[in-house]
């Protein structure tokens, strides 16, 4: 009988680290959109996603296990899309057309979709681990 493999637990990185990787798909994000849509100010684009960033990181849950896909993952991409989207709203940002789908789209590809790699890593070495 098969049972799920064991959660990700990432045991000698500190999750600065985690958060790093996080932040890094943050700025990419925003580069990317800037660049393609030929704005100013990079700064005044990333600091609303930096800040949801940052609040979904003082979850507990989150630091605990931030390789989770489910839910660490998903409520990093939840926290810092809706919170993101809602402090460009306020600031004058612009929110016109398809950006709020874009950016949950291209968030969720980027925060949760890092995490699936350690996922199947795990999944691999328990495979290989049945066998020997």
Same mark, same amino acid.
């Given at each position: 009988?098969?049972?799920?493999?064991?959660?990700?637990?990432?045991?000698?990185?500190?999750?600065?680290?985690?958060?790093?990787?996080?932040?890094?798909?943050?700025?990419?994000?925003?580069?990317? +959109? #800037?660049?393609?849509?030929?704005?100013?100010?990079? =700064? @005044?684009?990333?600091?609303?996603? /930096? *800040? &949801?960033?940052? !609040?979904?990181?003082?979850?507990?849950?989150?630091?605990?296990?931030?390789?989770?896909?489910?839910?660490?993952?998903?409520?990093?991409?939840?926290?810092?899309?809706?919170?993101?989207?809602?402090?460009?709203?306020?600031?004058?940002? +612009? #929110?016109?057309?398809?950006?709020?789908?874009?950016? =949950? @789209?291209?968030?969720?590809?980027? /925060? *949760? &979709?890092?995490? !699936?790699?350690?996922?199947?890593?795990?999944?691999?070495?328990?495979?290989?681990?049945?066998?020997?």
């Amino acid at each position: 009988m098969d049972t799920a493999p064991e959660p990700v637990v990432p045991d000698q990185v500190h999750p600065a680290w985690w958060f790093g990787i996080d932040a890094a798909a943050v700025l990419v994000f925003a580069l990317v +959109g #800037m660049l393609s849509h030929g704005s100013d100010g990079y =700064l @005044g684009i990333v600091w609303p996603f /930096l *800040v &949801g960033l940052a !609040v979904a990181w003082f979850v507990p849950a989150v630091r605990a296990l931030p390789l989770l896909i489910w839910p660490s993952g998903v409520m990093i991409w939840v926290f810092t899309a809706g919170i993101g989207l809602a402090l460009r709203a306020v600031s004058g940002g +612009g #929110m016109s057309g398809a950006f709020p789908w874009v950016t =949950l @789209g291209v968030l969720g590809l980027l /925060l *949760v &979709g890092w995490r !699936v790699v350690p996922e199947v890593v795990e999944r691999r070495r328990e495979r290989r681990a049945r066998y020997l």
